[in-house]
T-cell receptor, first 113, second 111 residues
Framework: DAGVIQSPRHEVTEMGQEVTLRCKPI?????LFWYRQTMMRGLELLIY????????DSGMPEDRFSAKMPNASFSTLKIQPSEPRDSAVYFC???????????FGPGTRLTVL | EDQVTQSPEALRLQEGESSSLNCSYT??????LFWYRQDPGKGPEFLFT???AGEEKEKERLKATLTKKESFLHITAPKPEDSATYLC????????????FGSGTQLTVLP
């Protein structure tokens, strides 16, 4: 398996623009997680899905953030409008079961100017 | 409040100089403790999972141990390629939340 795939790897945008990050989990994994990593706050869970259904979105910082999982092989994290404080590395991870090991993608480095 | 604390924040070792990284946790019920390695510009890479006090796991120069309050990642005779940030995370029983990560230890092994 190719592992978790994320795109784009780097995104530079201007404040106020819409940003869409994409993730393809490992085939057969029922759980998908979106994380954000910054120097100040470390790795934070934003939202996770089980069988394409959002289970816990309490980590989503604001209404500007939204996530969808239209099918088992694709998820998006959208920020609209983006702000400079959203600059971070965003990771997607997937796992077979709730208690199982999470496998991370390579991340998307987002810079909002 | 559930907390995961890693120490030290940064560690510099000479090649071959063994040491340990610490992950202490305060949680209501531990379901599992995970160790990850993260290289610059990459996602965290899974190393170990520990589930109960007294459990130990080994992989090459790394050994992870678990007590009721903390976990140690022992590095024996490290090499420069072991340089990375090491993250620990806990999964909490009865919580819908998934992994809670510590802030990591940045390890540098000098040749």
């Amino acid at each position: 398996d190719a592992g978790v795939i994320q795109s784009p790897r780097h995104e530079v945008t201007e404040m106020g623009q819409e940003v869409t990050l994409r993730c393809k989990p490992i085939s057969g994994h029922d759980y998908l997680f979106w994380y954000r990593q910054t120097m100040m706050r470390g790795l934070e869970l934003l939202i996770y899905f089980n069988n394409n259904v959002p289970i816990d979105d309490s980590g989503m910082p604001e209404d500007r953030f939204s996530a969808k999982m239209p099918n088992a092989s694709f998820s998006t994290l959208k920020i609209q409008p983006s702000e400079p404080r959203d600059s971070a590395v965003y990771f997607c991870a997937s796992s077979l079961t709730q208690a199982d090991t999470q496998y991370f993608g390579p991340g998307t480095r987002l810079t909002v100017l | 409040e559930d907390q995961v604390t890693q120490s030290p924040e940064a560690l510099r070792l000479q090649e071959g100089e063994s040491s340990s990284l610490n992950c202490s946790y305060t949680v209501s019920g531990l379901r599992g403790l995970f160790w990850y390695r993260q290289d610059p510009g990459k996602g965290p890479e899974f190393l170990f999972t520990l589930y109960s006090a007294g459990e130990e796991k080994e992989k090459e120069r790394l050994k992870a141990t678990l007590t009721k309050k903390e976990s140690f990642l022992h590095i024996t005779a490290p090499k420069p390629e072991d340089s990375a940030t090491y993250l620990c995370a806990v999964s909490i029983s009865g919580s819908a939340r998934q992994l809670t990560f510590g802030s990591g230890t940045q390890l540098t092994v000098l040749p």
